[in-house]
């Protein structure tokens, strides 16, 4: 005994209009009366297309100049870190050089007193 729903609402007329037909014929007679459509809202008032883009482009252009010194700045800092790299391969290499020669020095020192020792 499953009877179908009854849709909601007023049942539709067979020559009712859609939403946008009715939207369609309100403006074709307003139109034909003459009488423009209401306008609900008009624009910022304070927007002038000619002095908008000039502010945007000069903060476009501002941001590329920034951007342009950022990246100017990031080759110089990795141009450093590459010379104070090569120079701390240098000093690494001399420092080992420079602990070699102490140490061959103290083996000097230690033969040295030992032959003393044994002279005396």
Request: no cysteine.
């Amino acid at each position: 005994m499953d009877t179908p729903k009854r849709p909601r609402g007023r049942p539709r007329k067979p020559d009712a209009q859609t939403p946008a037909e009715r939207q369609r014929a309100y403006r074709a007679r307003l139109a034909a009366a003459g009488k423009a459509p209401p306008v609900r809202h008009i624009g910022d008032v304070a927007f002038d297309p000619e002095t908008q883009i000039v502010v945007e482009r000069a903060f476009f252009e501002e941001q590329r100049h920034t951007l342009h010194n950022a990246l100017l700045k990031i080759e110089r800092l990795d141009e450093d870190r590459a010379r104070l790299d090569r120079r701390n391969v240098y000093l690494e290499g001399e420092l080992k050089r420079l602990e070699q020669l102490h140490t061959i020095s103290l083996k000097e020192i230690v033969v040295l007193k030992q032959s003393l020792a044994v002279k005396k």
